[in-house]
Protein backbone atom coordinates (compact mmCIF):
# COMPACT_ATOMS: atom_id res chain seq x y z
CA UNK A 1 0.00 0.00 0.00
CA UNK A 2 1.02 3.68 -0.57
CA UNK A 3 -0.15 7.12 0.60
CA UNK A 4 0.19 9.78 -1.89
CA UNK A 5 -0.55 13.73 -2.08
CA UNK A 6 -2.18 14.66 -5.08
CA UNK A 7 -2.38 18.36 -4.88
CA UNK A 8 -3.02 21.13 -6.84
CA UNK A 9 -0.38 23.51 -8.89
CA UNK A 10 -1.82 26.69 -10.00
CA UNK A 11 -4.84 29.00 -8.72
CA UNK A 12 -7.33 29.47 -11.24
CA UNK A 13 -11.19 29.57 -12.06
CA UNK A 14 -11.96 26.74 -14.77
CA UNK A 15 -15.57 26.61 -16.10
CA UNK A 16 -16.58 28.22 -12.66
CA UNK A 17 -14.93 26.21 -10.17
CA UNK A 18 -11.95 28.32 -8.47
CA UNK A 19 -8.99 26.73 -7.31
CA UNK A 20 -5.72 27.38 -5.30
CA UNK A 21 -2.12 26.46 -5.28
CA UNK A 22 -1.74 23.98 -2.59
CA UNK A 23 -5.21 22.40 -2.08
CA UNK A 24 -4.40 18.81 -1.28
CA UNK A 25 -5.94 15.55 -0.66
CA UNK A 26 -4.58 12.30 0.56
CA UNK A 27 -5.38 8.82 -1.59
CA UNK A 28 -3.95 5.30 -0.47
CA UNK A 29 -3.56 2.67 -3.56
CA UNK A 30 -2.72 -0.58 -3.40
CA UNK A 31 0.30 0.13 -5.72
CA UNK A 32 3.47 1.50 -5.81
CA UNK A 33 2.09 2.63 -8.92
CA UNK A 34 1.11 7.01 -8.88
CA UNK A 35 -2.88 7.63 -9.46
CA UNK A 36 -2.11 10.26 -11.08
CA UNK A 37 0.13 7.93 -13.81
CA UNK A 38 -3.01 5.30 -14.07
CA UNK A 39 -5.88 8.43 -14.35
CA UNK A 40 -8.66 6.20 -15.86
CA UNK A 41 -8.95 4.05 -12.74
CA UNK A 42 -8.45 6.78 -10.71
CA UNK A 43 -10.03 9.87 -11.78
CA UNK A 44 -13.44 9.76 -10.31
CA UNK A 45 -11.81 8.96 -6.83
CA UNK A 46 -9.60 11.68 -6.82
CA UNK A 47 -12.99 14.25 -7.74
CA UNK A 48 -14.51 12.39 -4.97
CA UNK A 49 -11.99 13.31 -2.39
CA UNK A 50 -11.94 16.98 -4.07
CA UNK A 51 -15.69 17.35 -3.62
CA UNK A 52 -15.50 15.60 0.46
CA UNK A 53 -12.64 18.36 1.38
CA UNK A 54 -13.58 21.63 -0.29
CA UNK A 55 -16.71 21.11 -2.30
CA UNK A 56 -15.64 21.64 -5.52
CA UNK A 57 -16.42 19.69 -8.25
CA UNK A 58 -12.78 18.91 -10.20
CA UNK A 59 -14.35 16.45 -12.82
CA UNK A 60 -16.95 19.56 -14.03
CA UNK A 61 -13.37 21.88 -14.77
CA UNK A 62 -11.99 19.08 -16.16
CA UNK A 63 -9.15 19.42 -13.72
CA UNK A 64 -8.26 15.55 -13.08
CA UNK A 65 -4.90 15.76 -15.25
CA UNK A 66 -1.25 15.90 -14.87
CA UNK A 67 -1.00 18.85 -16.21
CA UNK A 68 -3.23 21.36 -13.02
CA UNK A 69 -2.37 18.44 -10.34
CA UNK A 70 0.92 17.11 -8.69
CA UNK A 71 1.17 13.34 -7.22
CA UNK A 72 3.91 12.54 -4.00
CA UNK A 73 4.23 9.59 -2.24
CA UNK A 74 4.50 10.42 1.08
CA UNK A 75 3.91 7.00 2.94
Known sequence: MALWKIAVKNSGTFNGVRIEKGM????????TTPPLSALSQNKDKIAQLFMNKYGIDLNKAGLV???????EKIG
Request: net charge neutral; hydrophobic share 25%.
Open 24 to 31: SVEYVTIS
Open 65 to 71: NTGRLSC
